[in-house]
């Protein structure tokens, strides 16, 4: 079991910059790939990026692929995401979510989730 527990959302102006964090423990966690998705009001749960633990390898979305970077942090057990250059389409509750072995963009392939935090930008 993995437990996940995200912070550093906000409100802010369109080109500011935000870092989400997701602090994860439970058993076997570096077997883990560690995501964020986004969900929009009316909208499906979008994959935003993802890092695999065990060789530390990306995957981001085109959307936001020169925008947002992943990074961990090994002593903490967190990942985090770096969001600049911010757009009001940016705006939603962004999620951390983790599963075993390898990156995919499937929300329903993720096993754990964290409750999601709002990320709003404005014009």
């Known amino acids: 079991q993995v437990q996940l527990v995200e912070s550093g959302g906000g409100l802010v102006q369109a080109g500011d910059s935000l870092r989400l964090s997701c602090a994860a423990s439970g058993r076997a966690f570096s077997t883990t790939t560690m995501a964020w998705f986004r969900q929009a009001p009316g909208k499906e749960r979008d994959f935003v990026a993802g890092?695999?633990?065990?060789?530390?390898?990306?995957d981001y979305a085109d959307s936001v692929k020169g925008r947002f970077t992943l990074s961990r942090d090994d002593a903490k057990n967190t990942v985090y995401l770096q969001m600049n250059s911010l757009k009001p389409e940016d705006t939603a509750v962004y999620y951390c979510a983790g599963k075993h072995w390898y990156i995919t963009r499937r929300s329903a392939d993720y096993n754990y989730w964290g409750q999601g935090t709002q990320v709003t930008v404005s014009s």
């Open positions: 890092i695999r633990w065990s060789d530390r390898s990306t």
